[in-house]
């Protein structure tokens, strides 16, 4: 706020415009710089009561650095003539000297004003409480009640808007019977501000603006994978997710969204990384017990504090507010890998324009802190590729996995396929995602006929190809066997005939050796005769 000058807080019944006030002087007094708060409407000892629940010790603040003036008019009092702020101004100022106060607070100076009953007067008194405030250099809060903060009615509230130096408007409203409030700044003399609306929440330790300022740089884009939780999932995406990433999980109920998201956390945690789980509308046990189920215990990563799962209302607050706590979660845990599920529960369908934003918001506070971000969407739709709100979360998740069901042969099969997954190659199969009690299974892709086959009539034909499998296979070995009869028979037709061949040419030696027996006597008994005959020398030649 404006140090030295004036600040106009105004507001309907409940938007905050005590608390916000109060709040500035008790920081401040904190830090050793004191404050007055002068209250015209409530008395002094009820607000002090009612900060207790902030837990901002206000009796030990009392002591020396915070004072309380009760300067509320007495239900009786008739105003008689003229009067003005003098009296009170001067004796503020001997106190705020005492005190050595650079901050002060008028609550409800309109109670005040109305006693006037007088433009001129009213407008009169507000140049006299502004100059006090410049000439003392004191840093001066006003509130005021307004029944349209966006558009005051009352004549002193546009003056006054015109002669202080920064104007707040606090807002009280009811959406889809939720309790909104918000702050926005109207104008700010002599400085930048951010104009649009933001939401004001009303904690256990006070008001606390929603805003979200400038992102500081983001760190180096990440080159290190992580795992997913199921291998054949890392092996779809190359590797896994990039470290300090957005991944979306969409896909209508009973998906196993959920179940994947549980997936990441156990591999975080078994890695000794620091995690934090939000689940919405679903209790912490719960989500402990069903994961359980499927063979992913975070029961002990959450005993040792290494892993920490919130349950929150989704109807409880405003989506800003959710964001908000979202925001503390992240600084109290300090973790490596985070998962809201789902994200669409605090994101309205049909959602403005700072709605809309709430996600990259979100995708900031993560990225600069290199938080791997997973969240789930709940779709209404069976289209993979419609998102199925006008926020349009999967536009800044730089991994898009869309799980949904197949319909086939009566009954209902999981399937999961990767839309989108920025800096890296991935699969684009359509995969059949199956859960029981040893964990996830992604099956390969079973195609036939060019129809990619699931569950019951993918078993059916597997099982049926594994019949005509063992049949073939039958066949082949019955006409081995006939072929090796065959092959038996002809080599035994070849050792008979071996066999005759050999008789045949054990006959034909045998021939062959009478003839030559033959031949040998016949000439020994030619040469004989020749002997006996007398002949001459010359024998006889053989017989042709």
């Not at 017990?289 to 799962?309: A, C, E, F, K, W």
Request: glycine share 8%.
């Amino acid at each position: 706020m404006p140090r030295g000058r004036a600040t106009l807080l105004a507001g309907g019944p409940g938007c905050g415009k005590t608390v916000l006030a109060l709040q500035t002087l008790v920081k401040a007094a904190a830090t050793g710089e004191p404050g007055i708060f002068v209250a015209f409407e409530e008395d002094s000892s009820r607000i002090v009561a009612n900060a207790a629940s902030f837990g901002w010790n206000l009796p030990e603040l009392e002591k020396k650095d915070l004072f309380f003036l009760d300067a509320k008019p007495r239900p009786d009092v008739v105003c008689a003539g003229e009067f003005d702020l003098s009296s009170l101004l001067a004796g503020l100022k001997i106190k705020a000297e005492q005190m050595g106060a650079r901050r002060i607070v008028f609550d409800s100076i309109d109670v005040l004003l109305t006693l006037l009953d007088n433009p001129q007067a009213e407008r009169r008194e507000l140049f006299r409480l502004n100059d006090w405030l410049v000439s003392g250099g004191l840093t001066g809060i006003i509130t005021c009640k307004s029944r349209d903060s966006a558009q005051s009615s009352l004549n002193y509230q546009d003056f006054m808007q015109y002669l202080v130096d920064c104007v707040i408007f606090l807002r009280h409203d009811q959406d889809n019977r939720v309790a909104l409030r918000t702050l926005r700044i109207v104008k700010y003399r002599g400085s930048g501000f951010y104009a649009g609306e933001v939401a004001l929440s009303l904690g256990d330790t006070g008001a606390e603006v929603m805003s979200f300022p400038q992102a500081p740089a983001l760190p180096v884009a990440s080159t290190e994978r992580i795992s997913s939780g199921v291998a054949r999932l890392d092996s779809m995406l190359c590797g896994g997710y990039y470290r300090g990433s957005a991944i979306l999980l969409s896909g209508a109920p009973g998906t196993a969204k959920t179940t994947l998201a549980g997936a990441f956390i156990l591999a975080a945690c078994q890695r000794g990384e620091p995690a934090l789980m939000v689940g919405y509308d679903e209790p912490a046990q719960e989500i402990v017990r069903n994961l359980r189920s499927v063979g992913i215990d975070l029961g002990p990563h959450v005993d040792s504090g290494l892993l920490r799962i919130e349950s929150i209302r989704s109807s409880q607050t405003g989506a800003e507010e959710h964001i908000g706590a979202l925001r503390k979660l992240l600084e109290a845990q300090q973790p490596r890998c985070f998962v809201i599920d789902p994200l669409s529960a605090i994101l309205n369908i049909d959602a403005d324009a700072g709605q809309r934003r709430l996600p990259e918001q979100l995708l900031e506070l993560t990225k600069a802190a290199g938080v791997t971000l997973l969240c789930t969407s709940l779709l209404s739709g069976t289209n993979a590729l419609d998102e199925g709100s006008s926020i349009q979360v999967s536009t800044v998740a730089d991994t898009w996995i869309h799980i949904s069901y197949a319909v086939l042969a009566g009954e209902r099969n999981r399937a999961l396929t990767i839309i989108k997954s920025r800096g890296t190659g991935h699969s684009n199969q359509v995969r059949e995602l199956i859960l029981d009690a040893g964990g996830i299974t992604l099956a390969d892709v079973y195609q036939a006929g060019g129809e990619v086959l699931m569950g019951t009539a993918r078993w059916q034909k597997e099982t049926a190809e594994r019949v005509a499998e063992d049949k073939l296979q039958a066949m082949v070995a019955n006409k081995r066997r006939e072929l090796e009869l065959a092959r038996a028979e002809v080599n035994a037709r070849i050792a008979v005939l071996q066999r005759e061949m050999a008789v045949k040419s054990g006959e034909l030696e045998l021939f062959l050796a009478s003839e030559a027996s033959r031949l040998q006597a016949v000439d020994q008994t030619r040469e004989a005769l020749w002997h006996l005959r007398s002949g001459d020398d010359q024998k006889p030649s053989a017989a042709p």
